[in-house]
């Protein structure tokens, strides 16, 4: 079965969004990861900030669930109608076009479909606590803490949405440590498997 | 850097061992599979079946367990020995030769070196259910519930010796699903991504 949408789920500061990013381009297709935050703020009416971090935290660990005590929509908590409008809007741009599609739970979401190739990239903390200080520069939090805390609060996130353990190989077709590939290495390596997938 | 060696950790079923075999003869290397357990049966005196089955269980759990109670070589549970002895073993064989080495934690043995590529290999369970079966025949457990008996005994072995968790994504430079690349498209994946490497 031919792939046409490539999920990428990644450890923060494993370069896995970069990754989707050059690959989509290699493949001429959409990449959706700030694209889609724009499109749900726009279709749900929530903040684009309260967007792009309810993809990092569990409902009850997000620092803004207190301002939204007792407020729903549609009978639903926000959170949970975020995902709703989330789930949608994934399953639509899935139906829609070829592309590639950063976090956000993707993998799950269209697990119904089989025109979907799910990647996980990683890579070990040091090659990761040196990327973020390089990518987005020093904070008051040290560079491992920062990754710890990210890095749990994806995984709390991802159990919480889809009862599966972040960061299991068995939830991806593919998992690459991009300290060891590069990112150009696996941009050509997934590059390299769609091309040969396309042809059997 | 060059890797020389290639260790094979799979989810029983899913067509990993095979896979490990066919790479090395296309490399033209040797595999590391049951020729260790022979071994490691001649350097310890211990019983092939001991030593294969070892492998899949935690010392405790290990159905001959009770038939060492009280014995030990050179102060050290037979557990704890074999253990020592398959570590060193792993370590010579890896210092001396180019080769694919399947189970029994190589990855870990060898996580000093950098001339190693590790990969994991896994698949859905209905598949590995259906692979076990044509491969090692009907038993009277039923294929699902052997499946998840191995799985559990090979976790527990891997953490009891690694400290770390079977099957997640860091523990391996590489992870594939054979049910979506077959067992000859893994073989021709990981073959290409050797030689990659070996050009970079």
Redesign the interface.
Known sequence: MKKRIITISR?FGSGGRTIGKQLAEKLGVSCYDKELIEKLAEQTGLAKKYIEEQGEYAPAMHPFSYAFVGRSVNGMSVSDYLWNEQRKKIQEIAGKEPCVIVGRCADYILRERDDV?NV?I?A?QADRAKRIVEVYGETETEPLKRLREKDKKRAINYKYYTEREW????N??????SS??GIE?SV??LF??LN?ERER
């Not at 991806?172 to 440590?177: A, E, N, S």
């Open positions: 450890e190739l996980f990683h070990p960061g299991r190989a068995e991806y077709h593919l998992t690459l440590d060891m590939f290495g050509n390596l390299d498997i040969t």
